[in-house]
């Protein structure tokens, strides 16, 4: 069985040399990344470690490529089955990379400050819209738990950087919201 | 009982969401079994709903 991590343009830059078991199948200008699919996590559960594993290996590929990262978990039969993906989602598949090419995602969540009584629609009004004139696309949904809002905006790589100090900027002007951003992850939210 | 959410905690979460329920979609032999989705979410769970009151580091304060 392989493990796919990302799909991405063909030709795509080699791999690096400590890319240790990575492959590509190719077909059709797409690449199909991938790895022999190790021991399944089955009884001992899924380790946030086992996460970052993967992470680590879609965002040292993203560093030279733009690419389509694949859940995580995704396990074909062999390198012909990625082929037969790729082959079967071609159109589709070469529309989202150019959707996302040259581009990273910034979470954002946002909580209210302890004490603070804020309601989710406030928070999304005050946040949102400066977000989005900054951004490419973005999925926004209301949070759970704690969370007011959660957003994904996908951001010209260059744009990563005031972004970041826009977000950092409304963390400072909204004194009953807090702002949580990670990033720049590779497009999860806007593959589709 | 106020809890310091660290840094890393906001990453996992982060990461969790877009790993489990983001990426492209392949119809394959998908490896993470319900259970192991379940695990991943209740110990998350038992971490943020553990924080009645939540004090969260500012953008750029590490913890």
């Keep these: 069985m392989i493990e796919l991590y990302a799909i991405a343009d063909d030709p795509t830059p080699a791999l690096p040399e400590d890319a240790g078991s990575l492959n590509v199948t190719a077909y059709g200008g797409l690449a199909a990344i991938w790895a022999p699919a190790a021991e399944r996590a089955g009884a001992r559960g899924l380790a946030p470690e086992d996460l ?10 993203m560093a030279v490529r733009d690419l389509l990262p694949v859940r995580f978990g995704t396990r074909l039969a062999d390198p012909a089955a990625a082929q037969a993906v790729l082959a079967e989602r071609r159109d589709e598949l070469l529309a989202a990379l150019d959707r996302v090419r040259g581009a990273a995602e910034l979470a954002v969540r946002v909580v209210a400050v302890p004490g603070a009584e804020v309601d989710a629609a406030t928070a999304i009004a005050d946040v949102h819209p400066p977000l989005a004139a ?10 759970t738990g704690p969370d007011l809002l959660r957003g994904a905006y996908l951001v010209d790589c260059g744009a990563v950087a005031s972004a970041t100090r826009l977000i950092a900027g409304l963390d400072d002007a909204l004194p009953r919201l807090r702002l949580l951003c990670t990033g720049p992850w590779p497009p999860y939210s806007f593959v589709s | 009982m106020t809890t310091t959410l660290a840094a890393s905690d906001v990453t996992l979460v982060d990461l969790v969401d877009r790993l489990l ?5 392949i119809a394959g032999d998908i490896t993470l079994a319900v259970a192991d989705v379940d695990l991943v979410y209740v110990s998350l769970r038992a971490l943020i709903s553990s924080a009645e009151s939540v004090q969260v580091p500012a953008m750029g304060e590490s913890t």
């Design chain 1, 134 to 143: 900054l951004a490419r696309a973005s999925a926004v949904r209301r949070g």
């Design chain 2, 21 to 25: 329920a983001g990426g492209v979609v």
């Design chain 1, 52 to 61: 970052w594993r993967h992470e680590a290996v879609v965002e040292a590929l």
